[in-house]
Antibody, heavy 119, light 107 residues
Framework: QVQLVQSGAEVKKPGASVKVSCKAS????????FTWVRQAPGQGLEWMGW????????KYTQRVQGRVALTIDRPTTTVHLELRSLRSDDTAIYYC????????????WGQGTLVTVSS | DIQMTQSPSTLSASVGDRVTITCRAS??????LAWYQQKPGKAPKLLIY???TLETGVPSRFSGSGSGTEFTLTISSLQPDDFATYYC?????????FGQGTKLEIK
């Protein structure tokens, strides 16, 4: 049974950067893609980006394009989300999720990481 | 970008009721639609994919239908555990998008 375990909550000042990790265990790492979804307080779900473990290809939403980077650490089966130039409206819970054999719906999710951006 | 519009935004119902949530796409997404349930403080839970395929372990009172641009999620007989927020999501093309959510409340 695959599990995704995310790093802990972060508090950052505006303009800073944050790196959130998502460690996968229990299944073959290489065959999948990983997505990041965020949820601002009291708001809905927003898809942020995707990375293929096999190819390293990435796609991002334009809302964060230029400020976001998804990376893979294959030896530790960990996917990282880095978000730069943080703003107050980046305050959200960030979730990682694994795709289903190339199809981008998600049955396996991390527990979420709260990132708070506040001066 | 494909816009996903859910209705209603809030739905009040009682245990045992049959409820339907609608999701409309701004362009055809074929059947590449998923439905999720989310409870406060928890990650979303996949209920249905490919518009009508029930995820393993999800109770059969949940069903999905539709194609093209209009889709529905139906709960045939509400149980206490079903009161939550529901989201549709298209995966026809990047950028993947969610509906704004439907909060299902106890009447």
């Amino acid at each position: 049974q695959v599990q995704l375990v995310q790093s802990g909550a972060e508090v950052k000042k505006p303009g800073a950067s944050v790196k959130v990790s998502c460690k996968a265990s229990g299944d073959t790492f290489t065959n999948y893609g990983f997505t990041w979804v965020r949820q601002a307080p009291g708001q809905g779900l927003e898809w942020m980006g995707w990375i293929s473990v096999y190819s390293g290809n990435t796609k991002y939403t334009q809302r964060v394009q230029g400020r976001v980077a998804l990376t893979i650490d294959r030896p530790t089966t960990t996917v990282h989300l880095e978000l730069r130039s943080l703003r107050s409206d980046d305050t959200a819970i960030y979730y990682c999720a694994r795709d289903r054999g190339g199809y981008n719906f998600w049955s396996t999710w991390g527990q979420g990481t709260l990132v708070t951006v506040s001066s | 970008d494909i816009q996903m519009t859910q209705s209603p935004s809030t739905l009040s119902a009682s245990v045992g009721d049959r409820v339907t949530i609608t999701c409309r796409a701004s362009q055809s997404i074929n059947n590449w639609l998923a439905w999720y349930q989310q409870k406060p403080g928890k990650a979303p839970k996949l209920l249905i994919y490919k518009a009508s395929t029930l995820e393993t372990g999800v109770p059969s009172r949940f069903s999905g239908s539709g194609s093209g641009t209009e889709f529905t999620l139906t709960i045939s007989s509400l149980q206490p555990d079903d009161f939550a927020t529901y989201y549709c999501q298209q995966y026809d093309e990047f950028l993947y998008t969610f509906g704004q959510g439907t909060k299902l409340e106890i009447k």
